[in-house]
């Protein structure tokens, strides 16, 4: 039972150090993307098995997530009008993730995720222009009801599965499918991952696998780190940041995957 494991996360030091990688994580989630690829390894670094690292980061996703919409909002950034069209499949694609997650074996699942997070760093390399629209305006799933519907599905039930480099994911299809620009593409990113993180979440705790000091801890700083992601989002350079997740990605994922 995840209520029953003691382990180096409920430590004072480690809840410390999981503040500060959910900083780091928050920004680069409301910015752009990849910052749960940089929890999830550190929860698996520090001692939690697959299953629950993957339930645990949960928390910390809503809770960013739900700071930056409001505060995207505040400054005019979210297109309220295209919510209901992308947030929809993107929950269904959730629910159907978190369900086929929570019943995956600890034992296959590890491997699962650090492949899955190794993929979505090397396209941010292989493809970068995919998160830069060309200047098209932006489309409704209703534009491309078949295109978009399904991207937007896969993205949702990627996120359910992992979390780990969603907002990537997300971003691809908003920007890339929708032709948003990024920072409204990254605003509507969070809403859907706000939408399909509480559904997850609920299926996560259902299967009793969030470790709840850590998942606290973690959503602490991603908050902290949300407020400063929305001030930058307009201005930060979108091709540094994905040079620093890749390589931070591509580090921590190697160590965690030397203990599975």
Known sequence: MAADLLLDVTTPLGGV???????????????????????????????????????????SVIGHAGLGIFLFHREGKLEIGHIGPIVAPTMIGGLLGALAASQAPPRILGPILIVAMLTVAALMVIRPNALAPKGEPPL???????????????????????????????????????????????????????????????????????????????????????????RFAVRVRQDVLRWVVFVCVVAISIGALLRL
Do not use: E
Not at 26 to 43: H, I
Not at 221 to 230: C, E, H, N, S, Y
């Open 17 to 59: 150090l999981l503040v500060v990688v959910g900083v780091f994580a928050g920004f680069l989630n409301t910015v752009g993307g990849g910052g749960s690829m940089l929890t999830l390894p550190v929860l698996m670094l520090l001692g939690l098995p697959a299953d629950l690292a993957n339930g645990t980061v949960r928390p």
């Open 140 to 230: 409704s799933p209703r534009d491309r009801p078949i295109a978009g519907f399904l991207a937007l599905l896969a993205a949702g039930f990627y996120g359910g599965f992992v979390q780990a480099g969603v907002g990537l994911v997300l971003l691809l299809v908003i920007a890339g499918v929708l032709r948003h620009d990024l920072v409204r593409a990254s605003a509507l990113k969070l809403v859907c991952a706000l939408m399909f993180g509480v559904v997850a979440l609920g299926v996560y705790i259902w299967a009793d696998q969030v470790v709840w000091l850590p998942a606290l801890a973690l959503a602490l700083g991603t908050m902290i780190g949300a407020a400063f992601g929305v």
